[in-house]
């Protein structure tokens, strides 16, 4: 039992060497912050960004990609990553916003909220960034974009568990805020129940009308299209025998 306990540790030890793998390509940088985002795709509430700075011999056991991980294994990393973080940032951004310049720019404008604030914290800016398959802009610092970086880099992993678990605490207090959309169940994606309950009881403050546009059009068309197929003599009732 032991001798398969320590394989599993060499394993796991084996996987976050490899995603040191581009922290370690610049022995000469001190500083390198990691920078994602969470809640791009949902119907309702921010998104939020996070760039966390670790140093070079951080260890977190199972730090992967924020998606990879349950909902309690994110909220089991979160103190350990800031805790042993040089500097962590958060940038959200909310849905009026999101409605106003779109959900692209919305997301580079929590990414740079997020990196100011590391800025602040550190008395100067990171050295470099490595971010998830993106180039921000307005960006003076150098940028490194890594396709699937959450699951490649130890430090974008970090900050994309920190932005998760923030946003989904967000939402859980949207839910009792906001009682009976299930906020605390979906988050705001765009689940069969989530799209059910904006049809029945219509949306709150923190829906995003730009995302939720179409979902009222959809549901106009099926309505016309039953309307259109039904006779209008018959006022839509089933004939008596």
Known sequence: ???????????????????RFYEEQYPGLSLIGGVDEA???????????????????????????????SEKKRELLFPEITKKALA???????EKRIDEINILNASYEAM????????????????????????????????????????????????SVIAKVIRDRLMLRYDREFPGYGFARHKGYGTALHREKILSKGLCRIHRRS???????????????????????????????
């Open 88 to 94: 962590f940032g958060v940038g959200i951004v909310g």
């Open 112 to 159: 740079r909220l997020s990196i100011l604030s590391v800025s602040s914290k550190l008395g100067r800016p990171p050295e470099l960034l490595l971010n998830d398959a993106v180039t921000i802009p307005g960006i003076e610092i150098p940028q490194l974009p890594i396709i699937r970086g959450d699951s490649k880099s130890l430090s974008i992993a970090a900050a």
């Open 39 to 69: 809640g791009r795709g949902p119907l309702a509430g921010p998104v939020v960004a996070a760039c966390c700075v670790l140093p070079k011999d951080a260890l977190i056991l199972y730090l992967n990609d924020s998606k990879k991980l």
């Open 1 to 19: 039992m032991r001798e398969r306990g320590n394989e599993r540790l060499e394993k796991e030890l084996l996987r976050l060497r490899k995603m």
């Open 211 to 241: 995302f939720v546009k179409k979902l009222f059009e959809r549901a106009r068309e099926e309505e016309e299209r039953d309307a259109g197929g039904r006779d209008p003599g018959d006022g839509g009732q089933e004939e008596k025998s």
